[in-house]
């Protein structure tokens, strides 16, 4: 039976470390072909979280899995949303949209996201804190 990539594991794929935490695609157009979408899992220690920040032409979805924390996503007048989510709560950033996540809890928060179309994860490799991880890390 041929290999096929429709069961992605975070440990099978290279990592994007920062000093805020982790992204691991586990779906995307390099990953399987995906072409409408891309996500993987996000991993934040206790404490950190990733900026304000925006996907100009991209939608976002974000999946709280474990760990508690602090979400904002700007409305359509620009005026940050903030909330306390937790494990099962979904976030939906709108196209465009500024948004970030803190965790605020005493353990590791993880969370999974998908972009559309997919792309924006991409231009993560331009920030200064970048650096590939070996899969598995």
Known sequence: MAKTN???YQEDVSTF???WGKLSLTVAPEINGAGRFSGGVVDLPSG???ARHNHPGAE???FVISGEG?????DENGYPITTKVGPGCTIYVP??????TKN?????MQLFVVYSPPGPELALRE???FRLLPPGS
């Open 6 to 8: 429709y069961f992605v």
């Open 17 to 19: 470390g920062f000093d």
């Open 48 to 50: 950190e979280g990733h």
């Open 60 to 62: 976002e979805i974000i």
């Open 70 to 74: 602090e979400q904002m996503v700007e």
């Open 95 to 100: 196209e465009s949209r500024f948004h970030s």
């Open 104 to 108: 605020t809890g005493s353990g590791p």
């Open 127 to 129: 920030l200064p804190d």
